[in-house]
Antibody, heavy 122, light 106 residues
Protein backbone atom coordinates (compact mmCIF):
# COMPACT_ATOMS: atom_id res chain seq x y z
CA UNK A 1 0.00 0.00 0.00
CA UNK A 2 1.44 3.35 -1.06
CA UNK A 3 2.04 5.82 1.75
CA UNK A 4 3.21 9.41 1.69
CA UNK A 5 4.50 11.17 4.79
CA UNK A 6 5.27 14.87 5.05
CA UNK A 7 7.91 16.22 7.36
CA UNK A 8 9.19 19.68 8.17
CA UNK A 9 8.93 22.51 10.66
CA UNK A 10 5.48 23.47 11.87
CA UNK A 11 6.43 27.10 12.40
CA UNK A 12 8.20 29.41 9.97
CA UNK A 13 8.96 33.11 10.42
CA UNK A 14 7.72 35.67 7.91
CA UNK A 15 10.09 36.32 4.99
CA UNK A 16 11.87 32.99 5.58
CA UNK A 17 11.74 29.83 3.46
CA UNK A 18 9.35 26.98 4.14
CA UNK A 19 10.85 23.54 3.41
CA UNK A 20 8.93 20.30 3.39
CA UNK A 21 9.87 16.77 2.49
CA UNK A 22 7.66 13.85 1.48
CA UNK A 23 8.85 10.29 2.03
CA UNK A 24 7.22 7.71 -0.24
CA UNK A 25 6.86 4.08 0.79
CA UNK A 26 5.19 1.18 -0.98
CA UNK A 27 6.27 2.22 -4.48
CA UNK A 28 9.40 3.44 -6.18
CA UNK A 29 9.39 7.02 -7.42
CA UNK A 30 11.99 6.04 -10.02
CA UNK A 31 10.01 3.17 -11.56
CA UNK A 32 6.69 4.98 -11.33
CA UNK A 33 4.86 6.70 -14.18
CA UNK A 34 3.21 9.10 -11.77
CA UNK A 35 3.79 12.71 -10.83
CA UNK A 36 4.62 13.71 -7.26
CA UNK A 37 3.29 16.98 -6.00
CA UNK A 38 2.09 19.38 -3.33
CA UNK A 39 -1.34 20.79 -2.49
CA UNK A 40 -2.12 23.18 0.34
CA UNK A 41 -5.22 24.16 2.26
CA UNK A 42 -5.41 27.28 4.45
CA UNK A 43 -7.40 26.72 7.63
CA UNK A 44 -11.11 26.60 6.83
CA UNK A 45 -10.54 27.20 3.11
CA UNK A 46 -10.29 25.27 -0.14
CA UNK A 47 -7.52 23.40 -1.91
CA UNK A 48 -4.69 25.01 -3.87
CA UNK A 49 -2.32 23.05 -6.07
CA UNK A 50 1.31 24.15 -5.74
CA UNK A 51 3.49 22.08 -8.06
CA UNK A 52 4.45 18.62 -9.17
CA UNK A 53 7.56 16.83 -10.37
CA UNK A 54 8.31 13.75 -12.43
CA UNK A 55 11.10 11.30 -11.58
CA UNK A 56 13.16 12.83 -14.39
CA UNK A 57 13.14 16.15 -12.53
CA UNK A 58 10.72 17.86 -14.90
CA UNK A 59 8.36 20.08 -12.88
CA UNK A 60 5.16 22.10 -13.32
CA UNK A 61 4.20 25.00 -11.09
CA UNK A 62 1.11 26.98 -10.19
CA UNK A 63 1.67 30.29 -12.00
CA UNK A 64 0.59 32.24 -8.94
CA UNK A 65 3.36 30.68 -6.83
CA UNK A 66 5.98 29.92 -9.44
CA UNK A 67 8.29 32.79 -8.53
CA UNK A 68 8.59 31.52 -4.92
CA UNK A 69 8.39 27.73 -5.23
CA UNK A 70 10.86 25.05 -6.15
CA UNK A 71 10.41 21.28 -6.05
CA UNK A 72 13.04 18.58 -6.20
CA UNK A 73 13.15 14.82 -6.21
CA UNK A 74 15.61 12.32 -4.72
CA UNK A 75 15.03 8.93 -6.30
CA UNK A 76 17.78 7.29 -4.23
CA UNK A 77 15.93 8.19 -1.02
CA UNK A 78 12.46 7.77 -2.60
CA UNK A 79 11.38 11.22 -1.52
CA UNK A 80 10.62 14.63 -2.92
CA UNK A 81 10.72 18.11 -1.48
CA UNK A 82 9.31 21.60 -1.76
CA UNK A 83 10.68 25.02 -0.85
CA UNK A 84 8.53 28.14 -0.66
CA UNK A 85 10.43 31.38 -0.16
CA UNK A 86 9.48 34.77 1.29
CA UNK A 87 6.55 33.37 3.22
CA UNK A 88 3.82 35.50 4.77
CA UNK A 89 0.85 34.73 6.99
CA UNK A 90 -1.11 33.94 3.83
CA UNK A 91 1.06 30.85 3.39
CA UNK A 92 -0.21 29.37 6.64
CA UNK A 93 -1.87 26.12 5.59
CA UNK A 94 -1.95 22.37 5.78
CA UNK A 95 0.46 21.14 3.14
CA UNK A 96 -0.28 17.77 1.54
CA UNK A 97 2.13 15.77 -0.57
CA UNK A 98 0.33 13.83 -3.26
CA UNK A 99 0.62 11.41 -6.15
CA UNK A 100 -0.94 12.49 -9.44
CA UNK A 101 -1.99 10.06 -12.14
CA UNK A 102 -0.70 10.84 -15.64
CA UNK A 103 -3.22 11.89 -18.27
CA UNK A 104 -3.12 8.52 -20.00
CA UNK A 105 -4.34 7.02 -16.70
CA UNK A 106 -7.18 9.55 -16.65
CA UNK A 107 -5.46 12.07 -14.35
CA UNK A 108 -6.59 12.75 -10.77
CA UNK A 109 -4.76 12.77 -7.45
CA UNK A 110 -5.13 9.29 -6.03
CA UNK A 111 -2.87 9.33 -2.97
CA UNK A 112 -2.49 12.02 -0.33
CA UNK A 113 -0.27 12.35 2.70
CA UNK A 114 -1.94 13.07 6.03
CA UNK A 115 -0.97 16.74 5.74
CA UNK A 116 1.44 18.94 7.65
CA UNK A 117 0.26 22.18 9.25
CA UNK A 118 2.70 25.00 8.69
CA UNK A 119 2.11 28.27 10.50
CA UNK A 120 3.86 31.45 9.44
CA UNK A 121 4.35 33.67 12.44
CA UNK A 122 7.06 35.60 14.21
CA UNK B 1 -6.59 30.67 -16.76
CA UNK B 2 -9.40 28.19 -16.13
CA UNK B 3 -11.67 28.96 -13.18
CA UNK B 4 -13.91 26.26 -11.71
CA UNK B 5 -17.05 27.47 -9.96
CA UNK B 6 -18.89 24.99 -7.76
CA UNK B 7 -22.51 25.37 -6.78
CA UNK B 8 -24.24 25.47 -4.49
CA UNK B 9 -21.76 26.44 -1.80
CA UNK B 10 -23.80 24.44 0.70
CA UNK B 11 -26.35 21.71 0.13
CA UNK B 12 -28.55 20.75 3.07
CA UNK B 13 -30.07 17.30 2.62
CA UNK B 14 -31.23 14.28 4.57
CA UNK B 15 -29.86 10.73 4.49
CA UNK B 16 -31.39 8.90 1.56
CA UNK B 17 -31.74 12.07 -0.53
CA UNK B 18 -30.19 12.51 -3.94
CA UNK B 19 -27.38 15.08 -4.13
CA UNK B 20 -26.49 16.93 -7.32
CA UNK B 21 -23.32 19.02 -7.23
CA UNK B 22 -22.30 21.31 -10.06
CA UNK B 23 -18.89 22.37 -11.34
CA UNK B 24 -18.85 25.00 -14.06
CA UNK B 25 -15.70 25.97 -15.95
CA UNK B 26 -14.82 29.37 -17.35
CA UNK B 27 -13.92 27.72 -20.67
CA UNK B 28 -14.48 24.39 -22.30
CA UNK B 29 -12.50 21.61 -20.63
CA UNK B 30 -10.96 18.36 -21.71
CA UNK B 31 -12.42 15.34 -19.98
CA UNK B 32 -9.74 15.37 -17.28
CA UNK B 33 -12.11 16.46 -14.55
CA UNK B 34 -12.01 14.82 -11.13
CA UNK B 35 -14.04 14.96 -7.93
CA UNK B 36 -12.87 14.60 -4.34
CA UNK B 37 -14.52 14.15 -0.98
CA UNK B 38 -13.01 15.67 2.15
CA UNK B 39 -14.24 14.83 5.63
CA UNK B 40 -13.26 17.04 8.59
CA UNK B 41 -9.66 16.56 9.64
CA UNK B 42 -8.88 14.23 6.75
CA UNK B 43 -7.08 14.48 3.45
CA UNK B 44 -9.25 14.60 0.34
CA UNK B 45 -10.17 11.30 -1.30
CA UNK B 46 -10.42 10.78 -5.05
CA UNK B 47 -13.96 9.79 -6.03
CA UNK B 48 -14.18 10.27 -9.78
CA UNK B 49 -11.57 10.85 -12.48
CA UNK B 50 -11.78 11.40 -16.22
CA UNK B 51 -15.24 12.95 -15.67
CA UNK B 52 -17.09 9.71 -14.98
CA UNK B 53 -14.76 6.89 -13.88
CA UNK B 54 -15.07 5.86 -10.24
CA UNK B 55 -11.79 5.48 -8.39
CA UNK B 56 -10.90 2.20 -6.74
CA UNK B 57 -13.24 1.30 -3.88
CA UNK B 58 -15.73 4.11 -4.49
CA UNK B 59 -19.36 3.01 -4.11
CA UNK B 60 -21.65 2.98 -7.12
CA UNK B 61 -23.91 5.65 -5.58
CA UNK B 62 -21.30 8.19 -6.71
CA UNK B 63 -21.39 9.11 -10.39
CA UNK B 64 -19.91 11.84 -12.53
CA UNK B 65 -21.03 13.31 -15.81
CA UNK B 66 -20.68 16.32 -18.03
CA UNK B 67 -18.74 17.87 -20.85
CA UNK B 68 -17.62 21.23 -22.14
CA UNK B 69 -18.11 23.69 -19.30
CA UNK B 70 -20.68 21.87 -17.13
CA UNK B 71 -19.92 18.89 -14.96
CA UNK B 72 -21.94 17.15 -12.26
CA UNK B 73 -21.30 14.85 -9.34
CA UNK B 74 -24.36 12.90 -8.28
CA UNK B 75 -24.78 10.92 -5.09
CA UNK B 76 -27.86 8.78 -5.66
CA UNK B 77 -28.80 8.18 -2.03
CA UNK B 78 -26.88 9.89 0.74
CA UNK B 79 -25.35 7.76 3.45
CA UNK B 80 -24.36 9.30 6.82
CA UNK B 81 -20.66 9.18 5.87
CA UNK B 82 -21.30 11.20 2.68
CA UNK B 83 -21.86 14.47 4.54
CA UNK B 84 -18.61 16.23 3.72
CA UNK B 85 -17.06 18.81 1.39
CA UNK B 86 -16.66 18.00 -2.29
CA UNK B 87 -14.20 19.55 -4.72
CA UNK B 88 -13.91 19.37 -8.49
CA UNK B 89 -10.50 19.57 -10.13
CA UNK B 90 -9.14 19.91 -13.65
CA UNK B 91 -5.73 19.18 -15.08
CA UNK B 92 -4.44 21.25 -18.01
CA UNK B 93 -0.96 22.77 -17.90
CA UNK B 94 -1.45 22.82 -14.14
CA UNK B 95 -4.08 21.75 -11.67
CA UNK B 96 -7.09 23.87 -10.70
CA UNK B 97 -9.59 23.17 -7.93
CA UNK B 98 -13.11 24.46 -7.52
CA UNK B 99 -14.07 26.24 -4.32
CA UNK B 100 -15.98 23.29 -2.91
CA UNK B 101 -19.56 22.34 -2.01
CA UNK B 102 -20.42 21.40 1.56
CA UNK B 103 -23.10 18.74 1.90
CA UNK B 104 -24.54 18.92 5.38
CA UNK B 105 -27.38 17.27 7.22
CA UNK B 106 -30.72 19.05 7.01
Amino acid sequence: QLQLQESGPGLVKPSETLSLRCKVSGDSIYRSSYYWGWVRQPPGKGLEWIANIYYTGSADYNPSLKSRVSVSIDTSENQFSMRLSSVTAADTAVYFCVRERPLYYGSGIDYWGQGSLVTVSS
Amino acid sequence: EIVLTQSPATLSLSPGDRATLSCRASQSLSSYLAWYQQRPGQAPRLLIYHTSTRATGIPARFSGSGSGTDFTLTISSLEPEDFAVYYCQHRSDWVTFGGGTRVDIK
